[in-house]
């Protein structure tokens, strides 16, 4: 078996601290927190902690936070659940495919619906401004690390995907729902928070008898670690931010001087996508790997409908041999001259043949 | 015009005998391309950005491409 030495995926292994400490909150966590024994209410004290810390750390009110077992129910909750009888729906050719699913739902059963297209620069263009419609923003974008603009239109109803984002982008001031994935800040994966804001006019759009706002199920444990992985991402995030940034401009400057015939899309400081002409990602992918690196693809040979990414082709960049450098906190300038010298000898070779 | 069959070759093969094609030719030389890779359309465009020639798509299978730097 090859031993990664490396890992440059979206994901990221949890933290250690959050490891020691999952047992014993399963332990303790197990009672449920609606009902009113001691262990109840303790499992309720824990709940209500972690609610105060991602209600913190999103800048929001915490009796607005609520949690999924199911991270991609959260897309249908907060677009669907925002819908008026005269509803429209907007969203851009660089979203995630569920929204695409959404909307494809939503046109076929006779809503108005618009794809918002982006430019070279990943830019997704701003819907006009209308009380009636329903605007799916991505904060940033999880194949390039893409940032969008704040949307300034209070009028729009937003639903504002933060999967990818994390903390990284703040809300815009006039969100209405959101949701955010626990893997984007190093916690456990199965827990989607969920949150909507004071103003918005929400209906839970899953058949239900009580006044929930969500189905209510996610794993109180998971949401525990979840809340303390995201207390130690942002501390570390603070601290190691520059490192990240300088790794990453190192990169994009050896890809572009060192290797060429390269797309590089460098917008952030923790996500770097190369696409390198006549490349063979699925080859490079498992060469890398071979190699002990282990990175992602959006190309159409690593996809399982084997089509290009529907993002790097909205914004014209080349799909073919393209690796995606995800770089967590703790990597090393070590890793990454090692990561680069293997890319370019294999890069060259594959050329050569 | 000459004509470059890819029918049924995936990502990056068309791309990669396309500029295999060129490398000798004259600049202005031209050829069409068949090609049904979901992929051919945006990174043929992709390519002629980044290595200064031109690709016209003629079809969702047909493109024409234009040599303009060597």
């Known amino acids: 078996m090859v031993s990664i030495t490396s890992n440059f995926q979206s994901e990221a292994p949890l933290h250690p601290a959050v490891i020691d400490a999952l047992g014993a909150v399963f332990g303790q966590s197990w009672a449920d927190s609606a009902k009113l024994p001691a262990d109840s209410r303790k499992a309720r004290l824990l709940l209500d902690e972690s609610r105060e810390t991602f209600a913190k750390h999103f800048g929001i009110r915490s009796d607005g936070v609520h949690f999924l077992g199911e991270v991609n129910l959260g897309f249908f909750l907060g677009i669907l659940g925002l819908i008026q009888p005269e509803s429209t729906f907007s969203y851009s050719a660089i979203d995630r495919s569920e929204i695409f699913a959404i909307a494809e739902q939503l046109r076929s059963q006779g809503m108005q619906v618009e794809e918002l297209s982006c430019d070279a620069g990943g830019v997704i263009t701003s819907p006009v401004p209308d009380a009636k419609k329903i605007v799916a923003w991505q904060l940033r974008n999880g194949e390039t690390g893409i940032s969008q603009p704040m949307l300034a239109d209070s009028a729009l109803q937003i639903f504002v995907d933060a999967t990818s984002s994390g903390l990284r982008n703040p809300l815009p001031k006039n969100w209405r729902t959101a949701l955010w994935d626990s893997k984007a800040w190093g916690g456990p994966s199965g827990l989607g928070i969920f949150a909507v804001a004071p103003d918005a006019k929400y209906r839970n759009p899953i058949p239900h008898l009580d006044n929930r706002i969500v189905p209510g199920s996610a794993s109180l444990p998971l949401i525990i670690a979840s809340a303390m992985a995201l207390e130690l991402w942002s501390e570390r995030e603070q601290a190691e931010r520059n490192h990240l940034a300088a790794l990453a401009l190192l990169i994009s400057n050896f890809a572009k001087s060192e290797i060429g015939d390269v797309d590089v899309i460098a917008a952030t400081h923790d996500l770097i996508s190369l696409s390198f002409l006549y490349i063979d990602a699925e080859r490079l992918v498992g060469a890398l790997d071979r190699a002990g690196f282990a990175v992602d693809s959006g190309s159409a040979c690593q996809a399982t409908n084997m089509e290009p990414s529907h993002v790097l082709a909205a914004m014209g960049t080349l799909t073919q041999g393209n690796v995606r450098i995800t770089l967590h906190h703790g990597v090393t300038e070590k890793q990454i001259n090692e990561l680069l010298a293997s890319l370019k000898a294999l890069v060259a070779e594959q050329r050569a043949n | ?70």
């Open chain 2, 1 to 70: 015009m000459e004509e470059l069959d890819c029918l049924g070759l995936r990502c990056p093969i068309p791309v990669i005998k396309v500029a295999k094609h060129l490398k000798e030719k004259e600049v202005g030389y031209q050829i069409s391309l068949l090609s049904d890779d979901p992929a051919s359309a945006p990174d043929l465009a992709a390519w002629a950005r980044m290595t200064g020639n031109n690709v016209e798509i003629k079809s969702a299978t047909s493109f024409q491409i234009t040599k303009l730097s060597d």
